[in-house]
């Protein structure tokens, strides 16, 4: 079980939206950045926590958060 407060956000992709994300996570000649914000996106969108998502990516969870609004 899940420890904490849960997130009032909530992302729904599209069917082409989660191609594109998943295009730019095997992209070799994108930013960084970009790339990085993609799959923080991604995670969020499968119902990830925001916790779990900075882990993963390797970011402060204020940047999950950011990029989730």
């Known amino acids: ?3 904490g407060r ?5 992302i729904q992709l599209s069917s082409t939206e989660q191609e594109t994300l998943a295009r730019w996570q095997r992209s070799t ?3 960084a950045g970009l790339v990085r914000r993609g799959r923080i996106i991604w995670l969020l969108a499968e119902g ?3 916790s ?3 882990q993963v990516v390797g970011v402060q ?4 958060r950011k990029w989730a609004k």
């Open 29 to 31: 000649t994108l930013a």
């Open 52 to 54: 779990q998502v900075a």
């Open 48 to 50: 990830h926590s925001l």
């Open 61 to 64: 969870r204020s940047v999950v």
């Open 6 to 10: 849960t997130s009032a956000l909530v």
């Open 1 to 3: 079980m899940a420890r």
